[in-house]
């Protein structure tokens, strides 16, 4: 049981105010701060902290792998699978979506054949690994995720009342399935500059009308949320793509999990997000980083899904579970009352405990351990008998490990 420092990652679309507040830093602070790295990810990993001293959790991870990762070391070899985070989106996150293991593996090797170097910025498979992820909402979260059913994409286009959507309309309710929507979302994302600059701009007149009208509107959400991407990444193909999409907004303590070729863009929110070991997107848009549409189209599920929010299950040892079917990791929740017994970790090692709310004192073998909010602590497979109380008053807690796929 040590102490982990997280690795702060400054994006655009972070927060001046989020993290800083969270962590107890003065706000806002001097760049965005939109993200805060848990985890053993070459590109940022986390430091452990212990008798004065300071290692990347890299390092731990390779000094006595059999130690610190236990049997965890023979299904995913000398390394951790998952990187547990932070995320503070001020503004909306590219549309992207992740590869399967299969696609992984194949555009990892192709991109190394070809010479395209690991830190290039305009390298898609910086390893061979697929990238499930789940998010909690530690405050309201607002995303897009996973194509809407095509009807109900057909009466938005409708409500619209845009003549140059017309022939859109009518091509997916001719084809209301995911071939349909594949043949849209392909049409838009490629359309030439002159016909993206005639359409977009009567689209987004069209949403203005469409929320200026009287009565019960159905798509308030998705058009507000076509204008403000527009706003912000104005001429973009991909806020006509965000009309394809689910508009989803979880409330504090539910879940969203998205697997393999789920096209998504974060928009909005604060929570907390696990995911595999992996840096492996493919972008199509709504963002100033390379985009590969064509890569992207190799990726994606067309099929329409309705995305469901994960509601959190209580376990056996008091936690709030997050089920998800990834083997990589495992997400559960303690919601610590002032004055309470300890609470045993039982699955914790190999993993992360990281506080999200009031403080924690976390006991081993005779050791304490203080966690405040933004504060993690690496448990090793050695690690047995983690206990973790509130100090003070309530306290929220999360646990991530190695998962079992169910």
Known sequence: MQELVGALRSYAWGSRTALARLCGR???????????????????????????????????????????????????????????????????????????????????????????????????????????ELVVALERFEALAGFRAPHRTVDLLRALNVPGLNVYAELLAAQPDSAGLRTLFTTWITLPPAALATLLPTVLEGCVRYLSGTGPREFTAETRTVLELAEVYPGDAGVLAALLLNRLTLEPGQGLFLAAGNLHAY??????????????????????????????????????????????????????????????????????????????????????????????????????????????????????????RAVGGAAQLFSACVGDGN
Request: charged letters at 25%; hydrophobic letters at 40%; aromatic letters at 4%.
């Open 26 to 132: 003065p706000v806002p602070s001097a760049h965005p701060e939109a993200e805060l790295w848990f985890g053993a990810h070459p590109a940022d990993p986390a430091h452990v902290k212990s008798n004065g001293s300071s290692r990347s959790l890299l390092e731990v991870l390779a000094a006595d792998p059999v130690r610190e990762l236990g049997p965890v070391a023979e299904g995913f070899g000398p390394r951790l699978p998952f990187l547990l985070k932070i995320l503070a989106a001020e503004e909306p996150l590219s549309l992207q979506a992740h590869p399967s293991s299969a696609q992984a593996l194949a555009g990892f090797q192709r991109e190394n054949r070809v010479g395209v170097p690991l830190d290039s910025p305009l390298r898609n498979y910086r390893d061979d690994s697929h990238k499930p």
């Open 267 to 388: 928009l909005r929110g604060v929570g907390v997000e696990i995911m595999a070991n992996s840096d492996n997107v493919l972008r199509g848009g709504l963002t100033p980083k390379h985009v590969d549409v064509p890569e992207l189209l190799r990726v994606l599920d067309f099929e329409p899904i309705d995305l469901p929010v994960i509601e959190p299950e209580p376990g056996p040892d008091g936690s709030i579970r997050y089920a998800t079917p990834a083997p990589e990791f495992a997400l559960c929740r303690f919601d610590l009352e002032a004055g309470a017994e300890p609470v045993a970790l039982a699955d914790a090692g190999p993993g992360i405990v990281l506080c999200t709310d009031g403080t924690v004192e976390l006991r081993h073998d005779g050791r304490e351990l203080t966690l405040v909010p933004g504060s993690a602590a690496w448990i090793s497979a050695a690690d047995a008998d983690i206990r973790a």
